[in-house]
């Protein structure tokens, strides 16, 4: 059994290419030509097959959920798919869409994968993820946000990364119900085309 990656995707561009392709994926949980498999009609391989490719030749072991038009110009989305991300699925699909770029923000916590080629920060600005066994795990934008949490959270001040790196693993040897992780979110450098 998999680690399930979920994925967050704003798909953003020209309207008329926004409002097909949302159409499209609109009408998976309609149509009669999907394929069988265990992840339902929103099944990746069903969104490659709706855009003419073959699910046997493209990593599809995942779905989709929560489609939403965020405006005329974006729609967004959620993937589960296995062990991380699939941006070979979204690289095929916007082959067909000359203006549209899509942006996503990955996470599979089971292998601390975090993961976003949004660059900017238009859509996911979180740079740092700080996970508490007890808490849950918070993004932070910048170093400053993500230490002032754990200084807080461990009653120590911090004086530095190096510093917090160092607090937190005797703070973890201290307190092993309680632990605490710091993770980087990796930005990829390749550049946003379509």
């Not at 082959?95 to 920060?121: H, I, M, R, V, W």
């Not at 002032?148 to 959270?153: A, G, I, R, Y």
Request: hydrophobic share 30%; with cysteine.
């Amino acid at each position: 059994m998999p680690n399930w990656c979920f994925t967050d995707y704003v798909i953003a561009g020209d309207e008329k290419e926004i409002s097909d392709l949302h159409d499209k994926l609109s009408s998976l949980p309609s149509r009669d030509d999907v394929h069988e498999n265990c992840f339902g009609k929103f099944w990746l391989g069903n969104v490659v097959g709706l855009f003419g490719g073959n699910w046997k030749q493209i990593n599809c072991r995942g779905s989709l959920y929560d489609l939403e038009k965020k405006s005329p110009s974006e729609i967004s989305f959620g993937t589960e798919t296995a062990w991380g991300d699939l941006p070979e699925v979204w690289d095929f699909v916007l082959k067909q869409y000359p203006s549209l770029k899509y942006y996503f923000y990955a996470e599979e916590c089971g292998n601390c994968y975090y993961a976003t080629n949004d660059q900017e920060g238009k859509y996911f600005s979180d740079r740092f993820i700080v996970d508490k066994y007890v808490d849950g795990s918070t993004g932070y934008t910048t170093k400053d946000e993500a230490m002032k949490n754990v200084s807080e959270h461990i009653a120590q001040p911090i004086e530095s990364w190096t510093d917090m790196l160092s607090k937190v693993e005797k703070f973890n040897a201290d307190n092993v119900d309680n632990e605490i992780y710091i993770y980087k979110i990796q930005v990829s450098t390749k550049k946003i085309t379509n």
